[in-house]
Structure formats: structure tokens, C-alpha cells
């Protein structure tokens, strides 16, 4: 490995860039969840070898799940290198950022220092999309999961439509709170916010049309309609 960090992008479509056999570990999505695992599933602490082999292989014997944890993390090592993956007495492991740059990680790291152009720059869709392990303690971690990092990624672009409208600079401010408003999917006080942004920075056509995205959003995914209160507010912007 060369003394740049690997380059694992969780973020989207998973992606790795250098290492070898990256092609192995894409391929296989219980190996790629093994990775993500390791680098958020409890940040900052070791993960057990125990809870790894309930998590992954709940239908094997001890015996069986161990000897599965073991290929996999071999070939996990083949690719982002011997190094990255480090044990502590030997039932615990964890991933080495010395030798593995994460994008999740990195963005969990900006939204923390309050750097959420950066943040803003990584979330580039739903963490491991399309990713099927075929684990299913891993699907669930992996739901929850992906809700954190999308409602993160929208404060992310809401703070940034804040701080673009308070620099009057409103186009900006504009594109962000359109993007939080689609990140929140359903949430409704996140998109009536947007609108009021949109239409103070006289979008009112737009605030509209966020309007009839997040009624659709909730008649296809809730089977409702919007609240009373999103509904007067797009009836106040139309009379207007």
C-alpha cells in the first residue's frame, strides 16, 4: 500500500478507488457490508468478532460463522490492505483511518466541525445503494443507518440555504433548501420552510412546485395528503 490512505466511497454506488481486487470486494455485498460495518457501526470502538458473526451469519454454528468472519476479512485485507483492519486481544476489530479513508466517516467528521460545504460535497446519494447483504441484523442496521445520514445531509443543506440568505446570496440559498426539501422526502416542516425560503427569494413558482413534489412523495409513499398546514400555506402562496 502506497502512503495514501484507500479511498472507500460508501456514499451511492460503493465505490473503492486503488488497492487491489477492488472488483473482488464490489462484487460481493456481504464483504462490502463488512467493511461499512466496521467503519461506522460503532465509531470510534471495537466491534466483536462475536457480534459480527450474529450479525452476518446467523444461520451457521460458532464454528461455521468464525471460519466465514475469517475469509471475509481476508479478503476485505486483499483489497484496502493487511494493515487497515486491526484486532485488540484477539475477539475485537476495527478499521485503521490511518490506511482507509471512509467517505461516511469523513462527512460524520464535517457535519461535527460545522464544515457543511464539505459534508454537503460527500453525500452524494443513500449510504451502500442498492447494497443487498443478504443479513438481514445488517439490513436493519443499514435502514437506520441510511435515515441518520439523509436527515444529517439535510441540516447540512438547510444550514447551507441559511448562510447563503443571510449573504443575500438567494440563488444559492435557493438550491439548498430545494435539496433539503427532497432529502427530507415526507417531512413536511423541512419542505414548508423551503417554500418560505423559495418564495422570499421570489421563487414563488418553485415554492409551489415543493409543494406538489411532497404531495406526491406522500400519496405514493403514506397514502395521505399533506398536512392542513403545508396545504394553507401553498393556497396562501397561489393567491398571492
Sequence with gaps: MSDTPLRVRLFGVPTVEGGTAAHELLAQPKRLALLAFLALGRPGAWVRRDQLTAMFWPEHDEAHARSALRKALYAVRRVIGAHAVVSRGGEELGLDAAHVWVDAVAFDAAIAGGRYAEAQALYTGPLLDGVHADAPGFDEWLTVARRRFREEAVVCEWA???????AEALT?????????ARLADTDERTVRNAMLLLERAGDRAGALALYEECRDRLRRELDVEPSTETRALADAMRRK
Design 160 to 166: 447551507l440555504a441559511q448562510s447563503h440568505e443571510r
Design 172 to 180: 444559492l440559498a435557493a438550491r439548498h433548501a430545494r435539496r433539503a
